[in-house]
Protein backbone atom coordinates (compact mmCIF):
# COMPACT_ATOMS: atom_id res chain seq x y z
CA UNK A 1 0.00 0.00 0.00
CA UNK A 2 1.23 3.25 -1.01
CA UNK A 3 0.16 6.50 0.82
CA UNK A 4 2.03 9.51 2.46
CA UNK A 5 1.00 10.65 6.21
CA UNK A 6 1.40 14.44 5.29
CA UNK A 7 -0.92 13.79 2.12
CA UNK A 8 -3.25 11.90 4.62
CA UNK A 9 -3.52 14.50 7.09
CA UNK A 10 -3.70 17.03 3.91
CA UNK A 11 -6.84 15.35 3.03
CA UNK A 12 -8.61 14.78 6.28
CA UNK A 13 -7.39 18.02 7.39
CA UNK A 14 -11.08 18.79 8.92
CA UNK A 15 -10.71 15.77 11.30
CA UNK A 16 -7.55 16.70 12.68
CA UNK A 17 -9.90 18.78 15.80
CA UNK A 18 -12.46 16.33 16.54
CA UNK A 19 -9.35 13.53 17.66
CA UNK A 20 -10.66 11.10 15.42
CA UNK A 21 -7.07 11.66 13.81
CA UNK A 22 -3.42 12.49 15.71
CA UNK A 23 -0.49 12.72 15.19
CA UNK A 24 2.07 11.10 17.34
CA UNK A 25 5.27 13.55 18.45
CA UNK A 26 8.32 13.03 16.91
CA UNK A 27 10.59 10.43 18.51
CA UNK A 28 10.83 7.36 17.02
CA UNK A 29 13.79 6.11 14.89
CA UNK A 30 12.85 4.11 11.75
CA UNK A 31 14.73 0.27 11.58
CA UNK A 32 13.02 -2.24 9.76
CA UNK A 33 13.28 -3.18 6.02
CA UNK A 34 9.93 -1.94 5.16
CA UNK A 35 9.81 1.98 5.66
CA UNK A 36 5.71 2.67 4.71
CA UNK A 37 3.83 0.80 6.84
CA UNK A 38 0.30 1.16 8.17
CA UNK A 39 -2.67 -1.77 9.64
CA UNK A 40 -5.27 -1.57 12.12
CA UNK A 41 -3.64 -1.25 16.37
CA UNK A 42 -2.96 -4.16 18.67
CA UNK A 43 -1.56 -2.92 21.78
CA UNK A 44 0.41 -4.38 24.71
CA UNK A 45 1.58 -2.54 27.86
CA UNK A 46 4.78 -4.00 29.22
CA UNK A 47 8.33 -2.86 31.45
CA UNK A 48 10.99 -4.05 30.52
CA UNK A 49 9.16 -7.76 29.93
CA UNK A 50 8.88 -9.11 26.45
CA UNK A 51 6.79 -11.96 27.23
CA UNK A 52 3.71 -10.98 26.03
CA UNK A 53 5.38 -9.62 22.43
CA UNK A 54 6.30 -12.71 21.92
CA UNK A 55 3.07 -14.57 22.32
CA UNK A 56 1.16 -11.79 20.50
CA UNK A 57 3.74 -11.90 17.03
CA UNK A 58 3.26 -15.50 17.15
CA UNK A 59 -0.26 -15.23 16.12
CA UNK A 60 -1.59 -13.95 12.99
CA UNK A 61 -1.05 -10.12 12.71
CA UNK A 62 -2.35 -10.00 8.70
CA UNK A 63 -3.20 -6.04 8.61
CA UNK A 64 -2.15 -5.63 12.07
CA UNK A 65 0.54 -3.57 13.82
CA UNK A 66 2.20 -4.33 16.91
CA UNK A 67 2.32 -1.22 19.58
CA UNK A 68 4.67 -2.04 22.42
CA UNK A 69 3.97 0.64 25.29
CA UNK A 70 7.38 -0.19 27.05
CA UNK A 71 7.15 2.78 29.37
CA UNK A 72 9.83 4.78 27.38
CA UNK A 73 12.45 2.33 29.40
CA UNK A 74 16.05 2.73 27.39
CA UNK A 75 17.02 0.28 29.64
CA UNK A 76 16.81 -3.00 27.51
CA UNK A 77 15.23 -3.94 24.54
CA UNK A 78 11.92 -5.77 24.05
CA UNK A 79 12.35 -6.84 20.36
CA UNK A 80 15.30 -8.42 18.55
CA UNK A 81 15.90 -10.11 15.97
CA UNK A 82 14.53 -13.43 16.30
CA UNK A 83 10.82 -11.52 17.37
CA UNK A 84 11.07 -9.74 14.04
CA UNK A 85 11.67 -13.07 12.05
CA UNK A 86 8.53 -13.89 14.08
CA UNK A 87 6.21 -11.00 13.10
CA UNK A 88 7.36 -10.81 9.51
CA UNK A 89 6.70 -15.10 8.69
CA UNK A 90 2.79 -14.34 10.91
CA UNK A 91 2.47 -11.29 8.19
CA UNK A 92 2.40 -8.59 11.13
CA UNK A 93 2.53 -5.18 9.06
CA UNK A 94 4.91 -3.83 11.50
CA UNK A 95 5.95 -2.84 15.05
CA UNK A 96 6.18 0.45 17.00
CA UNK A 97 8.06 0.41 20.36
CA UNK A 98 7.61 2.81 23.16
CA UNK A 99 10.93 1.96 24.29
CA UNK A 100 13.99 0.19 22.52
CA UNK A 101 15.12 -2.46 19.88
CA UNK A 102 18.50 -4.50 19.47
CA UNK A 103 19.92 -6.58 16.50
CA UNK A 104 19.03 -3.40 14.79
CA UNK A 105 21.34 -4.33 11.91
CA UNK A 106 19.56 -7.44 11.40
CA UNK A 107 16.13 -5.88 11.58
CA UNK A 108 16.89 -3.46 8.85
CA UNK A 109 17.44 -6.66 6.43
CA UNK A 110 13.48 -7.62 7.21
CA UNK A 111 10.77 -6.58 5.19
CA UNK A 112 8.87 -5.46 8.40
CA UNK A 113 7.70 -1.97 9.40
CA UNK A 114 9.98 -1.13 12.77
CA UNK A 115 10.27 1.95 14.94
CA UNK A 116 11.03 2.44 17.96
CA UNK A 117 12.79 5.00 20.36
CA UNK A 118 16.28 3.81 20.02
CA UNK A 119 18.57 0.59 20.61
CA UNK A 120 19.97 -1.50 23.42
CA UNK A 121 21.96 -4.76 23.28
CA UNK A 122 20.52 -5.87 26.54
CA UNK A 123 17.73 -8.62 26.35
CA UNK A 124 14.71 -8.07 28.73
CA UNK A 125 13.22 -10.20 31.78
CA UNK A 126 10.48 -12.52 30.70
CA UNK A 127 8.31 -12.81 33.82
CA UNK A 128 5.10 -12.68 31.48
CA UNK A 129 4.12 -9.36 33.34
CA UNK A 130 2.46 -7.04 31.10
CA UNK A 131 -1.19 -6.49 29.77
CA UNK A 132 -2.49 -6.67 26.49
CA UNK A 133 -5.51 -4.88 24.26
CA UNK A 134 -6.00 -1.41 26.16
CA UNK A 135 -5.41 2.06 25.44
CA UNK A 136 -2.19 3.26 25.93
CA UNK A 137 -0.91 6.73 25.87
CA UNK A 138 2.41 8.22 24.70
CA UNK A 139 3.71 10.59 22.29
CA UNK A 140 1.02 12.80 23.29
CA UNK A 141 -1.59 10.45 21.55
CA UNK A 142 -4.05 7.92 22.98
CA UNK A 143 -3.60 4.46 21.36
CA UNK A 144 -6.68 2.15 21.34
CA UNK A 145 -7.08 -1.59 19.85
CA UNK A 146 -8.44 -1.61 16.62
CA UNK A 147 -8.11 1.62 15.43
CA UNK A 148 -5.39 2.61 12.12
CA UNK A 149 -1.83 3.88 12.52
CA UNK A 150 -0.02 4.95 9.67
CA UNK A 151 3.72 5.12 9.59
CA UNK A 152 6.46 6.30 6.54
CA UNK A 153 9.56 8.71 6.79
CA UNK A 154 7.32 11.82 7.94
CA UNK A 155 5.59 10.15 11.02
CA UNK A 156 3.20 8.36 12.95
CA UNK A 157 -0.93 9.58 12.09
CA UNK A 158 -3.65 7.47 14.14
CA UNK A 159 -7.19 7.18 13.20
CA UNK A 160 -10.30 5.76 14.41
CA UNK A 161 -11.38 4.67 11.09
CA UNK A 162 -9.01 3.68 8.00
CA UNK A 163 -7.77 6.68 5.84
CA UNK A 164 -6.41 4.57 2.39
Not at 60 to 76: A, H, Q
Not at 99 to 106: E, K, L, Q
Not at 131 to 149: H, K, M, N, Q, Y
Request: glycine residues 12%; hydrophobic residues 40%; negative net charge.
Amino acid sequence: MSFKTADLLDSNESKLGDESIRVVTPMFQKYGGQSTFCGQIVTLKVFEDNSLVRTALAENGEGKVLLIDGGGSLRCALVGDQLAILAHQNHWCGIVVYGCIRDSHDIGEIELGVRALNTHPLKSIKKGIGERDLAVSFGGVTFRPGEWIYVDDDGLVVSDQPLT
